[in-house]
């Protein structure tokens, strides 16, 4: 398939350095392409709002997923993406399960180099600034009636963004979820089935009326072994060992998650994925063999937990500073990502 282009008349102002909340701006072009009966139709065009029927199944099953990764740019001018086709192929895992076709891996990636090599010149460059991509895809089928939609729209849009911690890297309460849950066996939770996210706000907006940032789910039938954050997985650091619970259908696979289990093998450390109790994360705390804890997600990359609160406890970790090894994960991580220390694992992507 080919890709047709149409260039923007009226280019839009880029936002004021320094100044770039998350999420707020976005390019001058995006990428479209449609499905009926087969994917077609692909189109990088000017970013604009579009149509869409008030029947539309998306507007009333939710039939919808996205994806979430960034481009960097590098203090020689490259341009580097970071594992893209893992979230390819992450997001046809979710088109799957929401029973939406499938995405050609290898076109949908030509199709982002494409795009972000047009809109190179809103790629951030102050110092961990990049440019967030937002791939989704949405079911446009006008019809009522709950069946799998017969057409869709593939879409990818961009978002320059600034330092997650614009004063440096900072720990984070967080809020041990012991009524609503994510996910559970069976489910989507896997996925990034936009669904998942709406399910999520109660509980988040609850953790935030007490002051916390994110809430940490626990499995959804014994509310006894945890899952991971609202948008990171989590990992602790025991006696030594780093410890993330196991994949399972209830657990998004972070690519993050994967990246620093990889670096932390590479170092030589223990890594164990298995069932992980509240419980023993409290003993462990009670016992001083808690030595940190901290989320990881491509927004944040390392997100220091500095204190969790379950079930009227709040334990404090490493005093809500930032441990060793976080910090040090958070740097060669972003250090890959930026071009600054050689990528030995293949991760990153030039465009
Ligand atoms: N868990 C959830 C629920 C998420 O939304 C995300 C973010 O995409 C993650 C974990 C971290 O995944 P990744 O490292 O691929 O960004």
Redesign the pocket.
């Given at each position: 398939m080919t890709i047709k282009t149409t260039i923007t008349q009226t280019f839009k102002p880029k936002p004021p350095k320094g100044d770039i909340s998350f999420g707020k701006n976005f390019t001058d072009h995006m990428f479209i392409m449609e499905y009926n009966s087969g994917w077609h139709s692909p189109e990088i065009k000017p970013y604009a709002p579009f149509l869409i029927d008030p029947a539309a199944m998306v507007l009333h099953y939710g039939q919808a997923l996205f994806e979430?990764l960034k481009a960097y740019k590098t203090d020689d001018g490259r341009v580097l993406l970071f594992r893209p086709r893992d979230?390819f192929l992450?997001l046809n895992s979710s088109c799957d399960r929401l029973c939406i076709p499938q995405v050609d891996v290898d076109f949908a990636l030509t199709a982002l180099l494409e795009l972000i090599k047009l809109e190179q010149d809103w790629i951030p460059t102050d110092e961990l600034t990049s440019l967030y991509i937002r791939p989704f895809i949405i079911a446009t089928e006008t019809a009522l009636g709950v069946h799998p939609s017969h057409s869709y729209k593939f879409m990818i849009i961009l978002s320059p963004v600034g330092s997650y911690y614009p004063g440096g890297l900072s720990a984070v309460p967080i809020y041990v979820e012991d009524d609503y849950v994510r996910s559970v066996r069976g489910q989507a939770g896997y996925t990034?089935a936009s669904a998942?996210?709406a399910l999520s706000l109660k509980a988040q907006v609850k953790a935030k009326e007490k002051g916390y940032i994110q809430v940490l789910w626990l499995d959804g039938v014994h509310q006894k072994y945890i899952d991971?954050?609202?948008?990171?997985?989590i990992f602790f650091k025991i006696n030594g060992k780093i410890i993330t619970p196991a994949l399972e259908s209830a657990?998004?696979p972070?690519?993050?998650?994967d990246s620093v289990i990889q670096i932390a093998k590479k170092w030589g450390y223990e890594v164990e994925e298995r069932l992980v109790e509240i419980d023993e994360i409290y003993k462990a705390h009670a016992d001083g063999t808690l030595e940190e804890v901290f989320g990881?997600?491509?927004?944040a990359v390392i997100s220091p937990v500095g204190e969790l609160y379950w079930e009227g406890r709040t334990i404090t970790i490493n005093d809500s500073k930032i441990g060793a090894f976080s910090k040090r994960i958070y740097d060669e991580l972003t250090g890959i990502q930026y071009g600054k220390i050689a990528d030995s694992f293949g991760w990153t992507v030039e465009v």
């Open positions: 979430g979230n992450r990034k998942n996210y991971e954050v609202g948008a990171m997985n657990i998004l972070g690519i993050t998650r990881t997600g491509t927004a």
